[in-house]
T-cell receptor, first 113, second 111 residues
Framework: DAGVTQSPTHLIKTRGQQVTLRCSPKSGHDTVSWYQQALGQGPQFIFQ???????QRGNFPDRFSGHQFPNYSSELNVNALLLGDSALYLC????????????FGPGTRLLVL | SQQGEEDPQALSIQEGENATMNCSYK?????LQWYRQNSGRGLVHLIL?????REKHSGRLRVTLDTSKKSSSLLITASRAADTASYFC???????????FGDGTTLTVKP
């Protein structure tokens, strides 16, 4: 039973560039949430996707956008990267109706120079 | 700002000792969860306690919840070096549809 997978594991970008991060949910899960974790802090909720639509959104600017595909996998896109976007980006999957129980992927570490 | 706040920020103990971490939160919750994170990797779910529960056990873990004080504690008994990690509490509110994390407690267990 495959768990949550994320790609790439590490990424280095420069300010102003755009980045796309990918997530495949745990088998059987249909809901994907994205979190940003800055160094030394807890994860902060970015948004959640279910049925290919954004259902919930945290306090993040429109530079952060996402997509969910029919196979439930998801992408996180960040435009016009800022130095402050450097963080570990975590994807979590769950089953609708049981969103409280989330399974996290290993994360993508993004460094913006 | 984050919903949950863990206390202490850092904790260092000897193997075999017990470790206690506390979490306070601000708004009403449906449940509270504790996670472990090793060296900036993904989070591992440890235990979930619902708002109508006061205490829950799982192996060497004991979690308490006091909704009147909006606080929770995680006790790890007979700690091991492998327990060295960051521990986070997360509150879940059904209406908000999301989990809100604190900034964590970094636990170091010395062999």
């Amino acid at each position: 039973d495959a768990g949550v997978t994320q790609s790439p594991t590490h990424l280095i970008k420069t300010r102003g560039q755009q980045v796309t991060l990918r997530c495949s949910p745990k088998s059987g899960h249909d809901t994907v949430s994205w979190y940003q974790q800055a160094l030394g802090q807890g994860p902060q909720f970015i948004f959640q996707y279910y049925e290919e639509e954004e259902r919930q959104r945290g306090n993040f600017p429109d530079r952060f956008s996402g997509h969910q595909f029919p196979n439930y996998s998801s992408e996180l896109n960040v435009n016009a990267l800022l130095l402050g976007d450097s963080a570990l980006y975590l994807c979590a999957s769950s089953l609708v109706g049981f969103q409280e129980t989330q399974y996290f992927g290993p994360g993508t570490r993004l460094l913006v120079l | 700002s984050q919903q949950g706040e863990e206390d202490p920020q850092a904790l260092s103990i000897q193997e075999g000792e017990n470790a206690t971490m506390n979490c306070s939160y601000k708004t009403s919750i449906n449940n509270l969860q504790w996670y472990r994170q090793n060296s900036g990797r993904g989070l591992v779910h440890l235990i979930l306690i619902r708002s109508n529960e006061r205490e829950k056990h799982s192996g060497r873990l004991r979690v308490t919840l006091d909704t009147s004080k909006k606080s929770s504690s995680l006790l790890i008994t007979a700690s091991r070096a492998a327990d060295t990690a960051s521990y986070f509490c997360a509150t879940y509110n059904t209406n908000a549809g999301k989990s809100t994390f604190g900034d964590g407690t970094t636990l170091t267990v010395k062999p």
